[in-house]
């Protein structure tokens, strides 16, 4: 099989792993990817770019998400979209990763968990801080996403 060592040689590579070519080489080999009914997938910024077309893949795989969202809104939009055909919807829950407290409560919603992405990011253009006094990019990029996995162990 020559797939194998193509991938192998786009990790090494590096940056065309990252590119269209090394899109269009993989994606050739994910017709097969496994069935995740039973499993409880929880994704962070799962309502746009990455973290949507993640979201989308994993609901299309079977998985039981939980959509961890600052905005609640966006989130059940985002929901009633990837309601699975057997009627199961995706859970939201309301989860601010620059604001401690709101990754504590959100958190505390969640029992059962076999998966945990940690997509979520920001970079606003000024600089910024959070509603527990850090720098936004630091406080949802590294600690909200340190706390939340941490909680979730």
Known sequence: MLAKPIDTALDLLV????????????????????????????????????????????????????????????????????VQPNGAR?????????????????AAQIDTLDVLINNAGVMPEERSTSADGFELPFATNVLGMFALTEALI
């Open 15 to 82: 940056a065309p792993g990252f590119s269209r070519l090394g899109y269009a080489l993989r994606s050739r080999s994910w017709d097969d990817l496994p069935r995740l009914d039973g499993r409880t997938v929880a994704i962070t910024g799962p309502t746009g770019g990455i973290g949507q077309a993640a979201a989308e893949g994993l609901a299309e795989l079977g998985a039981s998400l939980i959509l961890l969202v600052r905005n609640p809104e966006k989130g059940e939009k985002l929901a009633e979209r990837l």
């Open 90 to 106: 995706p859970r939201v829950v309301e989860c601010d990763l620059s604001d401690l407290s709101s990754v504590r409560a959100a």
